[in-house]
């Protein structure tokens, strides 16, 4: 069973910037493209940036131009680089899969003051 730990979430201001890391078990990780999620209170769960097997990427139109993902296959961990943050980037952060086929791990909070 692979499981997900979400890390590097934080409190930020405005404009700031977080590095959010997700620790993968399992062979699976290699195998599988990769994505981002948010849930901010009251709305659905939204992924923000994906990620192929090969390295390609995608993003929400929210975030893109702030947002890196990555991931280091070697290390079974995904990577998100947040800059320019903003109030409403506040929310659980979590990996999975894209789409998502794993049980969700515990996120991690970002929270981003005006």
């Known amino acids: 069973q692979v499981q997900l730990v979400e890390s590097g979430g934080g409190f930020v201001q405005s404009g700031g910037s977080l590095r959010l890391s997700c620790a993968a078990s399992g062979s699976i990780f290699s195998l599988a493209a990769m994505g981002w999620y948010r849930q901010a209170p009251g709305k659905q769960r939204e992924v923000v940036a994906a990620i192929t097997t090969s390295g390609s990427t995608n993003y929400a139109d929210s975030v893109k131009g702030r947002f890196t993902i990555s991931r280091d296959n070697t290390k079974n961990t995904l990577y998100l680089q947040m800059n320019s943050l903003k109030p409403e980037d506040t929310a659980v952060y979590y990996c999975?899969?894209?789409?998502?086929?794993?049980?969700w791990g515990q996120g991690t909070q970002v929270t981003v003051s005006s």
């Open positions: 999975n899969t894209n789409p998502h086929r794993l049980a």
